[in-house]
Every structure is written in C-alpha cells, then in structure tokens.
C-alpha cells in the first residue's frame, strides 16, 4: 500500500491546496497576498499589458519631454497634402487577400483640413488625456478619502457640515463649473482643466468612504484598537482604511474612466483642452463632423478612448478582488474532479489515509 508521495505529485499538492487554502498565503504579508491576487486575474492582466502597451507607444513614437520621439511627424509638423488622406497602415496579410501588414507613412491617415498627420495628433491626445485622469483621480481620492473618513468616522457635527458640503457640489453640473472656469478666468490649458475636473470630482467617493466608515468604525477590531489606546489617526489610517481600500480601488478607476469622457464632452462644447495641444476628446469633438465622410479621422481617436476606459475597468476588477480578503479563489471543475478521484483512491485503499 502506498501513500501520498506514490500519486500523482501534482493530485497531492491539489488537494493540500483545495483542503487548505489558507496555506497559500502562510507567511506573506497583506501587500504579497494582494500582489499574488492581483497576477492571478486575466482580465487585470489582460487590461494592464493593453494600458502599458498604450502609454509606451504614445511615449515612444513623438516622444515626450527628454524621451525622443521615433515616429516621423511631430503633432504640430504640417505634412504634404495627400491626395489619399486615408490610413496607410495595413493588418491583413497578403495570402488572405490583403497588401500585406505594414505602417506605412501616415498610418491612420492625415487630416488635408489641418495639414498634420493623424498618428502624431492621436498619440499626444493619448499623453494629454493621461495627464488629465492621473491629476483628477489623484485630487479625487485625496479629497474624497479624507473627507469621507473623517465625516464617518466622527460622526456628529462635522459629519453634518461635511456633508452639507459634499450634497452642494453634488448639485452643481461639472460641466457647467468647468465652462464659468474657464470662461471667466482661461483655465482652458491642460493642467486647469484637470484641476478643476479633480477638485470637483471627489464627491461620489467620499459618501462611499463614509458609508463603509459608518459600518467599520462599530467593529470588534476597532474597540479592540481604542481600548489599547490607539489615537483616532492611526485607527483611521491603520485598521478601518485598509479595509476600505476595494471600494476606493473600485471608484477611483470609475473616476478614470469617466474623466476622459467628461474631458471629451468639455472639449465638445469648446471648454476643453485647446489647440494647439490636443487631447482624445478634442480630436473626437473636432472630427466628429467627419464620421462618414471621413471615418477614420473620428475611430482612431475614439478607439484609444475605449481601450484606456476598458483598460482601467479590468484593472480596477482585479485590484479590488485582491485587497478584499473575504475574495477567494473558486475552484475549476477539473480541480475538484481530481479532488474527488483522489476521495475515491483513499476509500477503496489505493492510498493511505
């Protein structure tokens, strides 16, 4: 009679792992359990590798501060009048029918109305609309983890002031507060339209900070925290924050998803990012006018614009699967039917118990 060792190495180190699960995070601090998490989820992954590929080619080709550029055209260069304004680049091989996978000179066309090559103005579109996501949601979580922390955690008075706050920016179209801004005093440039986008985007993710802090803040941990005498900041920050932290992940790549197309409706109504710096909504709002006659002037810019937002939805589905400990991983069908012929093995003898 054998034992364990004599089957099938990977049957045993299955059912070690489906019988106890806690051994795969023995002896690994918060941030390893959350990175191992993290790599376990394809779409998390599947969305970071097209997001990454994306700021790399956008910095890469025209280049982008020290960062020389490979791409030929700048976003400003004006090109020769093409008598074919249409894209260059081409995906289909020439044994299905195709001309052959190639860039070309001017891969996603060139607009003959402005003169400039459509690639170098969709990959500054791509910079200039990261720029903006990074500072709103940056702004955005500070001022909305902040005050919606405090205002669950103290409740009260300063709940109240806080909220009566946060109700009268909720009311107030972002819209409309990004035109008067940049109306009454030129903040139409990229670094004014991302501050004022993130210092008014912070409303929705403090009522959730503040709801998951009404929650937490009557736990046992937190008890346990205040009679061994920890200070408020540390149970905020130490205990309840981190338990709030799929929320926040959650809302934050919300926010940044968002922010493009609230971006792109601002430049829609000429408020947004102005010329001669572009941004992908700017390029959508300049060319849509041209859908049928041109279309490839408006999909290539809108294309990017999905892929970022999707990109970060994924991210975002992955980061808060791996901070939420009650996540677990579910087994596959495949993993359970090896489980249960090793259960049968041992009932009839083949295997020590």
Known sequence: MSNDRDLDPELADLESELTHEQREVAGLSQGQIARKRFFRH???????????GIVLLSVTSIGAGPIPGWYEYTYTELVPVQPDDGP????????????????GDHPFGVDNDTGKDLFARTMRGVQVSLVVIIVLSVLSVTLGVLIGAVSGYFGGWLDMVLMRVTD?????????????AAFSFGWSGLWS??????????VGLA??????????????FVDAARVAGASSARIIFKHILPNTLGTIVVSTTLLMGGGILTEAAVSFIGFGIQAPNVSLGSLVSDYARSFHARPHLFVFPGLFIIMIVLSLQFIGDGLRDAFDPRQKRIPKFKDLQAKAELQTAREHGNVMP
């Open 207 to 220: 009522r959730l900070v503040r709801a998951e802090f009404l929650a937490l803040r009557e736990r046992e």
């Open 193 to 202: 339209v991302a501050l004022v986008l993130g210092l008014f985007s912070w």
């Open 42 to 52: 394809k779409l998390a992954m599947v969305g970071l590798g097209v997001l990454a």
């Open 168 to 180: 009268v920016i909720m009311i107030l179209p972002l819209l409309v507060i990004v035109a008067v």
């Open 88 to 103: 260059t680049m081409s995906v289909i091989p020439k044994f299905l029918g195709g001309s052959g996978v190639g860039f």
